[in-house]
């Protein structure tokens, strides 16, 4: 089936809002009809299965060429507005693109070395065509692509995962069966559609015929707390550094009122007990969805049900419906209760392979399986608990050390707002622990107080040799710490 006929098969003829924001106003009616005019000129312009890059903070223009591209059976390479020019360069010969839709505000800090349309082209273009109403495009397998997203991954070399319209249509319809999303709710979009988490959004809200309250100034504070309230939002989706921000930068988010806001969703990262307790106490009414994914499941790949946020805090929870997920030993085995291994899943969500990359993708996906590369462990109701990153793992004096659970508890410390625990030389050791901490600026705190703290909780080799106290995180445009800056 065509992704976007699965998106819009029962909200194309709808007059409400897709999308509200400041600047712009879409209903579904008016998207349906723009995509739908957009896909024609596609498809007489480009043959079936042409790359077409996409450039553009999050607005109607990039709905609607997203869309578009996809049902004319195209595949789009949705790029970071802040993209390097190298890195574009990179991208445009790896896929061999031979057209971009780039939106004005980037075009003259990139200057693409391929054709491009921007959104005054794209607007008169749709404006030409005569078909208004929407139709159904070309009908595809579900091994058909759709999208590549191009990740960083453990590598400097960006990889870019091969998403299909099956794989879309899976993950969607998961995402849905969990959060049990409703065409009343109204989501306030502060990720990025680039990422992969920002996209689910687009894709579930569409099918269940929500609304989108997009809002691309999360650092200033003020308007995403008046968005929450004047657009009446029922969900709100955020990586930890946003929940971070929110709980100990914003007195008006602790001590606000928000009679409208039903769940909220965290991914992107493990946001620490401490924030999830904090955020529980203080929203005791509002539901909280821990949640786990990747670039390579489409999205998302396990979620911990909000009425066992307290029995189960700090867990990831189980698969989402329709995926596999369990945590494997090398031998491949399943892991007792407390053993640690790889996090592995299995579904229709998972990813084709990576782009032009046979030996990255034979390495990931092994019959059948995806090795996330993720570190975890299980307890006995089978309950899957994060413990790092395998390539996170820092090696202090020949002991393995995960640096989430050091961060748990130098977070935990009165005044801390953000720490992240990173390797560092040493002449002895090989490698020692480095903590980079972000407190109150009218909290005294000591690089001694800090290491005393984890001196109560952790073993000796586990208490960093170094704590550095910055202003603030280096934060990437997905809202995701960027360690190794200093």
């Known amino acids: 089936m065509n992704a976007i006929d699965y998106f819009f098969q029962e909200t194309s003829d709808l007059d409400k809002d897709l999308i509200v924001s ?3 106003k879409c209903s579904y009616k008016e998207m349906a009809g723009d995509v739908n005019r957009l896909t024609n000129w ?18 109607q223009f990039f709905v609607t060429v997203y869309l578009a591209t996809m049902k004319a059976g195209c595949v789009t390479v949705p790029l970071n507005p802040a993209i390097e020019p190298s890195n574009l360069e990179y991208v445009e010969g790896k896929t061999s693109a031979s057209h971009a839709f780039i939106h004005s505000s980037v075009v003259r800090r990139l200057r693409p070395g391929i054709a491009f349309s921007d959104e005054e082209e794209i607007s008169r273009i749709v404006d030409e065509q005569t078909d208004i109403d929407f139709e159904k495009g070309p009908d595809f397998s579900d091994d058909h692509l759709a999208q590549i997203i191009f990740t960083s991954g453990s590598t400097a070399v960006p990889k870019g995962v091969m998403i299909t319209h099956g794989n879309l249509i899976a993950n969607t319809n998961s995402i849905l069966d969990y959060l049990h ?4 709710d109204t989501m306030l979009v502060v990720l990025p559609f680039f990422y992969c988490y920002g996209l689910s959004l687009l894709h579930t ?11 691309n100034s999360f650092m200033f504070l003020g308007s995403v707390l008046r968005d929450l309230k004047a657009y009446r939002c029922t969900g709100f989706a955020g990586v930890p550094s946003h ?11 602790r001590t606000g009122h928000f009679p409208d806001l039903r769940y909220v969703t965290q991914a992107g990262g493990k946001l620490h007990k401490t924030f999830i307790s904090e955020f529980a106490g203080l929203f005791p009414d509002i539901k909280f969805f821990v949640m786990y994914g990747q670039t390579e499941a489409t999205a998302r790949l ?26 494997v030993n090398e031998k491949g085995d399943l892991v007792k209760p407390g053993q640690v291994g790889e996090i592995v899943a299995r579904g229709g969500n998972i990813m084709k392979g990576y782009f032009k990359d046979s030996e990255a993708t034979s390495i990931t996906l092994k019959d059948g399986w995806l090795h996330t590369g993720d570190l975890g462990t299980v307890d006995e109701d089978g309950f899957i608990y994060l413990r790092a990153r395998k ?10 050390v995960g640096p989430k659970e050091i961060e748990e508890v130098i977070v935990g410390i009165k005044g801390v707002i953000d720490c992240t625990v990173e390797g560092m030389e040493h002449p002895v050791l090989g490698e020692a622990l480095q903590a980079v901490v972000v407190k109150n600026p009218q909290v005294d705190l000591s690089e001694e107080e800090v290491r005393a703290a984890c001196a109560e909780k952790l073993a000796s080799y586990k208490i960093p040799s170094q704590v550095i106290f ?17």
Do not use: C, W
């Open 391 to 400: 390539k996170e793992m820092i090696k202090v004096g020949g002991k393995r």
């Open 22 to 24: 400041a600047r712009e």
């Open 42 to 59: 596609i498809k007489q312009k480009f043959p079936e299965g042409a790359v077409l890059l996409l450039i553009s903070p999050n607005n």
């Open 181 to 184: 999303l409703k065409s009343t």
């Open 302 to 327: 396990s979620y911990l049900p909000p009425e066992r946020l307290k029995d189960k805090l700090g867990s990831i929870g189980k698969g989402i419906p329709g995926v596999e997920l369990k945590v």
């Open 205 to 215: 809200h569409l099918r269940v015929g929500g609304t989108l309250v997009l809002n």
């Open 243 to 253: 929940f971070q921000i929110l709980l100990r930068k914003s007195d008006s988010f």
């Open 470 to 486: 910055k202003e603030k995180m280096t934060i990437s445009s997905t809202g995701k710490k960027v360690k190794g800056t200093l």
